[in-house]
């Protein structure tokens, strides 16, 4: 967009925010201002928000590529999300796993309800995730989320999520900018 639109646009809300209010007396202006919307906010009340979506806790994810749904634990305290895997298959794998970043990788995903599917992608990391019993070395990788109509691309680390109760764990790196945790939420798959 144009810069003149923008310069008309902070013009529209300046006359806004005038007309707003009109200030009663001297003594009261600076209550009055108070009360008054700054011109950022009516800009963008004007151009648009984003959306902010409520979740809770325990929801349900598809992993697109394989369409395949997961329940997940929304967890605000993992920088990035986690996903259980089955089997591991990286295209000339090397003995060092510093060495397969890089390569292709297909992983072998299973939902609770038995639905298996392989998905292809690229090793992207290798990380050292810290667990409350040791240290756990991890592949990173690129897959595409969904919950409901919110669809991103994030890193996920492949972890053997066998024995928990949630074979994926949402992290910050899919609820930034899109979610509020609603801890009320029963379920809202």
Known sequence: MSLSFFALLIWFASCAVAQAEPVADAVDSSAAAEKLPATDEIIAAKVGEPTIRRIGPVT?????????????RVDTGATTCSIHYEALEIEDAAESPED??????????????????WISTKIV??????????????????????????????????SDRNKMKYPVLLGRNFLRGDFLVDVNLENDE
Not at 100 to 117: A, F, H, S, Y
Not at 135 to 158: A, G, I, M, P, S
């Open 60 to 72: 349900t994810v598809t992993e697109v590529s394989s369409g395949v749904p997961f329940p997940a």
């Open 100 to 117: 397969n970043i890089g390569k292709r990788v297909r992983i072998l995903i299973e939902n609770p309800d038995g639905k298996q599917e």
């Open 125 to 158: 990391d290798r990380v050292t995730v810290r667990t409350t019993t040791d240290d756990d070395e991890r592949y990173k990788v690129r897959l595409n989320l969904r919950w409901q109509d919110v669809e991103k691309k994030v890193l996920v680390t492949l």
